[in-house]
């Protein structure tokens, strides 16, 4: 009889350690995202000061070679841009022929709220094309 109530004792003591992990788990992953990925920028891309700031605290660069880095970003960033300008308009052509495909198939209720839809995602992308 005594060993039934130790056996229920250990399994509800495991079920406790089981369920604070899972909520110890969850509030950590609350905390990272709020405090880490919340910080992370958007599009992907960190601005030229954050790369400098990275490389100057990895490799301690002078003030001279912090601007001759900032240069080369510059420089390296135009260029990509120019290689990926001419696939811009194409990209936008797919973009609108897949929103006409997707209208297709929308009831007149549900247009109103794409149209709005798409209206906040291309205020939002070109937020994030200023940042870049």
């Given amino acids: 009889m005594e060993s ?13 350690v089981f369920a ?11 905390v990272w995202g709020d405090r880490i990925w919340a910080q992370q920028p958007t599009t992907g891309m ?17 003030s001279d070679q ?14 990509w841009r120019a290689l ?10 797919i973009r609108q022929q897949g929103r006409e495909k997707i209208r297709a198939f929308l009831t007149p209720e549900q247009r109103p709220k794409f149209e709005e839809f798409l209206k906040r995602l291309d205020e939002q992308r070109k937020k994030d094309q200023a940042i870049r």
């Fill in 20 to 30: 604070l992990g899972i909520v110890l788990g969850g509030l950590a992953v609350h």
């Fill in 66 to 79: 912090q601007r001759q880095l900032a240069s080369v970003v510059d420089e390296t960033r135009a260029k």
């Fill in 84 to 93: 990926y300008a001419p696939l811009d308009e194409q990209h936008e052509l």
């Fill in 46 to 62: 960190r601005s030229r000061n954050q790369v400098v700031a990275d490389f100057t605290r990895e490799l301690s660069l002078t």
């Fill in 4 to 16: 039934n109530k130790t056996n229920r004792e250990a399994a509800l003591l495991v079920m406790v």
